[in-house]
């Protein structure tokens, strides 16, 4: 973490430079990434906006304007931006992707959705992409379609435990319970500090009356996250429900 002093001998350096050659948008590039890299949102917001309004046709600018107007809630402020990037750069899956982020922070899931096909077609070896669609697929209550997304990435990468994550929720939702718990487990396999996988797994053991099996797999979730108030609320309804059964 940098010292206050430093961050503040390089503020005043980027002032001077800037002071010096007000239309290079370079300083501002590189004042903007300073800034995000020490959390100041806003102010790297401003820089950025300073360098697209210097340079309207940087669609480097134009692109992290956008995306970061995005993760500071403000998805429609960034939309245009992206709009312009995809527009000058529309071989860019980047400008695909950030595009299709800001669509689905607005509920535009369909658009959201076609954006990150374009970019799973235009980086065809990312599986991330193909999560990313099935995700808005599975808000548009399309489970097949983002079933089959999450399968072609698993196909990809077999390692990602957020695409087998992914596909056991809609598992869930189609009425697969059986297969979503097989899934859980392999999320568990590559990644044994995924508590969420140990939660939906045991409300799962619960709906099959494996109750010995559900208070293991939330005991486990609270070994790993002590103060998880709802593993310990299912714990405490599942031991509860036990103690009541014949």
């Known amino acids: ?17 800037i002071k010096q050659a007000p239309a290079d948008g370079h300083l501002y590039e590189g004042l903007a990434n300073f800034l995000e890299a020490i959390h100041d949102w806003e102010g790297a917001i401003a820089a ?27 998805p429609a402020e960034g939309q245009p931006f992206l709009e312009r990037v995809t527009r000058w750069r529309p071989n860019l899956p980047d ?17 959201g959705m076609e954006c990150m096909e374009r970019a799973a077609r235009l980086r065809p070896q990312d599986s991330s992409y193909l999560c990313y669609a099935g995700q808005m697929l599975g808000k548009l ?14 196909a990809m990468n077999p390692e990602s ?19 979503a718990m097989r899934e859980y487990a392999t999320v568990l396999k590559i990644n044994p500090r995924q508590v969420a996988s140990r939660l939906n797994l045991g409300v799962l053991l619960v709906r099959f009356n494996r ?13 790993l996250e002590p103060t ?10 599942v031991i509860a429900h036990k103690a009541q059964t014949p």
């Open 211 to 223: 109750l010995d099996d559900a208070i293991a797999a939330f005991q486990s979730a609270l070994e």
């Open 161 to 179: 435990w957020e695409a087998h994550f992914e596909l056991a929720g809609e598992l869930v939702a189609v009425n697969q319970p059986e297969e």
């Open 95 to 111: 400008g695909w992707f950030e595009l299709g982020n800001v669509l689905a922070a607005q509920s535009k899931f369909v658009p």
């Open 48 to 74: 950025y906006r300073r360098l697209v309004e210097l340079v309207p046709e940087d669609a480097y600018g134009c692109l992290q304007l956008g995306r970061l107007l995005g993760e500071r809630g403000r």
């Open 228 to 237: 998880n108030r709802i593993a310990r609320e299912y714990l405490d309804s």
């Open 141 to 154: 209550n399309r489970h097949a379609e983002a079933i089959d997304h999450y399968r072609r990435a698993i």
């Open 1 to 17: 973490e940098a010292q206050p002093g430093a961050v503040q001998r390089v503020r005043d350096e980027y002032a001077a430079a």
